[in-house]
């Protein structure tokens, strides 16, 4: 079946830690997003990419990092600089054949918890 | 300026009726395209509908359709004969063609369907 997999479902980091969500999607698509959600409001993106080894940073980067090594895999890093990490992140993936209406496919989630 | 905007933060509707959700959006590219997306308490994003800038009819998908007045640059979501499984946030959200790999994400409605 193909899709994509976020793991793992829940997270939990302690303060000043770093922690990486995984995203791998088999959908053989070119660009990947991440987007943080808080309680109740929409999607921010925090970073996306169109082709292995380049990214470009969304709307909310600071205190994130990624990588794209791999066009299957894109991992999230949430740094220690990031002052408010408790949320819901999404992972997201997208055909870039020109098709303007090909739609995003989504990843179950990670909920992340800072204690 | 908001991309997208949801002005209806929570909305009730009774078992059976429609109900429409509204979408407005802001872009000033020749080519875009609007989609729909559920997403049920367990936190998945669902794809409903898409709606692209030039076609004629409006977008309908079984229970869903797209009220698209592009004068008016709104893309309001119709759910016909409301189900208590229709309860979740419905998110719009739009691509542009000369931004075409960044989707824009309004803040989402709460849809609740009483019995």
């Known amino acids: 079946d193909g899709g994509i997999t976020q793991s793992p479902k829940y997270l939990f980091r302690k303060e000043g830690q770093n922690v990486t969500l995984s995203c791998e999607q088999n959908?053989?698509?070119?660009?990947m997003y991440w987007y943080r959600q808080d309680p109740g409001q929409g999607l921010r993106l925090i970073y996306y990419?169109?082709?292995?080894?380049?990214?470009q940073k969304g709307d909310i980067a600071e205190g994130y990092s990624v990588s794209r090594e791999k066009k299957e895999s894109f991992p999230l890093t949430v740094t220690s600089a990031q002052k408010n990490p408790t949320a819901f992140y999404l992972c997201?993936?997208?055909?870039?054949?020109?098709?303007?209406?090909?739609?995003?496919?989504f990843g179950q989630g990670t909920r992340l918890t800072v204690v | 300026a908001q991309k997208i905007t949801q002005t209806q933060p929570g909305m009730f509707v009774q078992e059976k009726e429609a109900v429409t959700l509204d979408c407005t959006y802001d872009?000033?590219?020749?080519?875009?395209?609007l989609f729909w997306y559920k997403q049920p308490s367990s936190g998945e994003m669902i794809f409903l509908i898409y709606?692209?800038?030039?076609?004629?009819q409006n977008a309908t998908e079984g229970r869903y359709s797209l009220n698209f007045q592009k004068a008016r640059k709104s893309a309001n979501l119709v759910i016909s004969a409301s189900q208590l499984g229709d309860s979740a946030m419905y998110f719009c959200?739009?691509?542009?063609?000369?931004?075409?790999?960044?989707?824009?994400f309004g803040s989402g409605t709460k849809l609740n369907v009483k019995p």
């Open positions: 959908l053989n698509h070119d660009a």
């Open positions: 997201a993936s997208s055909t870039q054949q020109g098709r303007m209406n090909t739609e995003a496919f």
């Open positions: 872009t000033s590219d020749p080519s875009y395209g």
């Open positions: 990419s169109q082709i292995v080894n380049d990214f």
């Open positions: 959200a739009m691509r542009e063609i000369y931004n075409f790999n960044k989707f824009y």
């Open positions: 709606q692209g800038s030039y076609d004629q």
